[in-house]
């Protein structure tokens, strides 16, 4: 059996990180998408009865986590956060295992890790490579602005909650021009595919 190579994926807010993902999925690559794995724990019944227990029937609406609730809890008392990292956590870690290991059953070459925070959440230790998106800061901030409204005080405020940009760069071991034309990005992204690939074969 051979294990698929773990990439995974680090860039500002809005540089395309998620875009990316999605064209390594097109070469047929298994991506990891931390958001959707979480969205899809906050309604497994042992995460919403143990939530129940901790926080009440208030943090669980229509059968799911309460996102707007449970985000004041964790950020006025980051010891509920700890305590909700603790449970999600271990679950989010079993799902990457299991999706490497069937990933090397069905002989897929790359794994991918999408998370927002991958060094913040020192997702990049069980990655074999780390690719930086990088997508200039005016082009990041009119996607941010399309999508979300946000200015460049709230990018600014969201950055600083995060490990520095030039961090991430420094750290990673590829870099993909996240901007240019959604056919441009793609040839790059295949490109680089290959090129890691190639020099994890060397």
Same mark, same amino acid.
């Given at each position: 059996?051979?294990m ?5 994926i ?7 990180k998620s875009?990316v ?5 097109e ?21 919403l009865d143990?939530v129940r ?15 707007a609730?449970?985000a ?17 956590f ?6 990457r ?6 990933a ?13 925070l991958?060094y913040?959440a ?9 690719i930086?998106?990088?997508?200039? #800061? ?20 969201r ?5 520095p940009?030039?961090?991430?760069? #420094?750290r990673?071991?590829y ?10 990005v793609r040839? #790059?992204?295949h ?9 994890r074969s060397?």
């Amino acid at each position: 059996m051979i294990m698929p190579v773990v990439i995974g994926i680090a860039g500002g807010i809005g540089s395309g990180k998620s875009t990316v993902a999605g064209f390594f999925a097109e070469a047929g690559c298994v991506v990891y998408d931390a958001d959707k794995e979480v969205t899809r724990l906050y309604t497994r019944p042992d995460v919403l009865d143990q939530v129940r227990q901790w926080w009440g029937e208030e943090a669980v609406v229509d059968g799911e986590l309460d996102r707007a609730t449970i985000a004041q809890i964790v950020f006025e008392d980051e010891s509920q956060r700890d305590r909700l990292e603790g449970l999600l956590f271990p679950l989010l870690h079993k799902r990457r295992h299991e999706m490497i290991e069937d990933a090397a059953d069905n002989d897929v070459v790359a794994v991918i890790i999408d998370a927002p925070l991958l060094y913040e959440a020192a997702l990049d230790e069980e990655c074999d490579v780390v690719i930086f998106v990088d997508t200039p #800061r005016e082009i990041r901030l009119e996607r941010l602005r399309a999508r979300s409204g946000w200015d460049e005080a709230e990018l600014a405020r969201r950055e600083k909650a995060q490990l520095p940009l030039d961090a991430k760069h #420094r750290r990673s071991d590829y870099v993909v021009d996240g901007s240019g034309s959604t056919h441009e990005v793609r040839g #790059r992204v295949h490109r680089l595919l290959e090129e890691i690939i190639a020099d994890r074969s060397a």
